[in-house]
């Protein structure tokens, strides 16, 4: 049993922004349905406004948040409330969670299916999504900064370096046991630069504008 959890908090003032004349939850929603791997999609989320729109959308809202979880909280603890919910409510207990942010609208239905059978191929406890970081990299000591590689190396020559991008995190329930969505084994997929843009700031939601804009200019 496979499902999503897709949060949204009512202070983000996000969810239902148009983006490219679509509200932003929707590629979310959409590229969970699309990937046709989900008993379930859930939205979970404080606003009434927001649960009708994800409800047309094609996501199961179930309930509203109670105000103990409406602020800043731990995913986890969001996480939580949703299965304890699902199991109380509808006798429901998933095997594997896909939590999906609305903030990378560029993620797809491919990523989705990609990040659940990497999870059941390698048997990890977690697979998120990444994106490599070729940034010469430095860390903060009490001199200044000191370079993470000894050497001012080519980028080729450099160990690859992976960022979380927000996107994805897929992960058997027994790990949201222990208080965290990363269990102590954990794969990955990886998604470019360009998937991995997020738009919770004014520059990153202008980016992808731009980049739907002209997507849709090229494919007509």
Not at 170 to 187: A, E, H, N, R, T
């Amino acid at each position: 049993k496979v499902i999503a959890v897709i949060p949204v908090r009512c202070a983000d003032n996000l969810a239902l922004k148009q983006l490219n004349g679509r509200p932003v939850i929707a590629y979310t929603i959409e590229a969970a349905k699309n990937s046709g791997v989900f008993e379930k999609i859930i939205v979970s989320t404080d606003n009434k406004e927001i649960a009708e729109a994800a409800k047309q959308l094609g996501a199961e809202v179930p309930f509203l948040r109670p105000e103990t979880l409406a602020g800043k909280v731990a995913i986890e603890k969001v996480l939580s409330h949703t299965l304890d919910y699902l199991e109380r409510a509808e006798s429901y207990e998933p095997d594997i969670i896909a939590l999906m942010y609305i903030t990378t609208p560029f993620k797809t239905a491919d990523h989705v299916k990609e990040a659940i059978h990497t999870l059941l191929i390698f048997d990890t406890d977690t697979v998120m999504s990444v994106a490599e970081n070729n940034k010469f990299l430095w860390r903060p000591d009490e001199y200044g900064l000191t370079p993470l590689f000894e050497k001012r190396l080519l980028r080729h020559e450099r160990e690859s370096l992976y960022a979380e991008n927000g996107a994805i995190y897929v992960f058997k329930k027994p790990v949201l046991d222990f208080g965290s969505v990363i269990g102590k084994s954990v794969g990955n997929i990886l998604m470019t630069e360009e998937e991995s843009i997020r738009v919770d700031s004014d520059f990153g939601f202008w980016l992808a504008e731009q980049m739907l804009k002209s997507m849709k200019t090229n494919s007509t």
